[in-house]
């Protein structure tokens, strides 16, 4: 199995954090697929949205349920359906990752539209919205998203993916080792981590992606995809 470069919230130790640039930066590091964040807007859009309000990285103190689509624009808030153009236009995929458990339609609609279900990885923290995209999209890779810091919670976790149908989960680094890929691939779920610092990341990464990791979910595209290169 091939280790998917995912670049986390686009690039955003390169460019500004779920946006269209940080999807080409991302693209230029040599990701695979870029890992963006789903809200819905005042309008019922899906946007790129990580936190539940504007303040942090657009400095605006308002929650993005109550920003109109035009407005967002202008604030530099991209639509899913810009960024699905922008990553098919540079040949590589999103993985989606649904932090607002009410923009599960939205986000369909968008993944819908731009006939982009072979295209996307749809992830999420929230068991309903998981079960959600399971039903409407079967063909889809579809993933439970939980940190987990114990071996019960790592149980639970796997557990909960395969009941709900998920086909893989997102886990935290600490959590991914080979034997909990082993004890995923026997539930029949491929298994993504996500790296928060460097240094785990170039100690932990050959080992798991020997162990068959199905991508690693990054900050450092570029070091991740020297590492995997520089292992074979």
Known sequence: MT?????????????????????AVAARCGADVVEVDARRSRDGTAVLLHDPWLLRVQHVPLSVRWVGDARLARFGVPTLADALEVADELGVR?????????????????????????RVLLWSQHMPVVRTYVRALPDAQVALLRDTFDRASHDRLLADAAAIGARAVSAHEDAVTPAFIASAAGRGLAVYCWYQHLDAQRTRLA???AAGLAGVVTDWPADAREQLRAAG
């Open 3 to 23: 280790t998917l470069v995912i670049a986390h919230r686009t690039a955003p130790r390169d460019a500004r954090e779920n946006s269209l640039d940080g999807i």
């Open 207 to 209: 080992a798991v992606s």
């Open 94 to 118: 999103l993985a989606i990752d649904t932090k607002d458990a009410g923009a599960a339609d939205a986000v369909l609609g968008a993944v819908r539209a731009a006939a982009g279900t072979e």
